[in-house]
């Protein structure tokens, strides 16, 4: 009987402390700390991907439904960045769609707030080079995606081919040429990309006069 009394108060003991590590986020198994509050985030991290990813690849998407999915992701970032707040990823994902919002103000403080965490998160850039673009700041658009690609976002078709429209944007074909080269070296079967190729090379742009002029400061 003695021996049942010890085991129970034991018992007690390790449940007690393991709920009260519980209400923290955290609780000891096995001397293994596992962080609810990190397996939270990545929940919420997930779903907003999800939704994302159904506001931009739906097809035939009424204007209504994406603006739907793009809330249902915002509301999903938000609540992982709450959960964990060192998720620099996801700073650049909130500020993205609130760019696709026309929040710009919104979307700049997420991205800078990214950016002062890591300055060479590639993720952060990416959407940085995305919503000034989407602004018609194509200088601020051409540094951000440069940095992008600089450090190694993982989308190398992507970055290279926005890069390609930014440059045209700014009338150097040129370096759109070398941009769009790189996006059909990620994936060399796409169609857009020749087609971008094709123009250029139609165009004869190296032999023109606008080619020799002096480049501006962030083609360096």
Known sequence: MKNFTIISIILCIIFCTNSANALDGAVEYNSVNIDYSVIQAKKYVKLGDNFLNKAEKTKNITKEKQLFYYGEALGSYIAATEANPELI???GKIGYIYGKLKKYSLAKSYLNKGLNMNIKNPTVNYYYGLVTYDMQNFNDAVKYLKAASKYNYYNKYEVNFKLGETNEKLADLVKARDAYAKALSARPN??????????IDDLKY?????????KPFYYD
């Open 89 to 91: 990823d996801v700073y």
């Open 190 to 199: 796409d169609t857009a990309a020749k087609a971008k190729i094709r123009m």
């Open 206 to 214: 190296k032999n023109s006069q606008y080619y020799f002029r002096k």
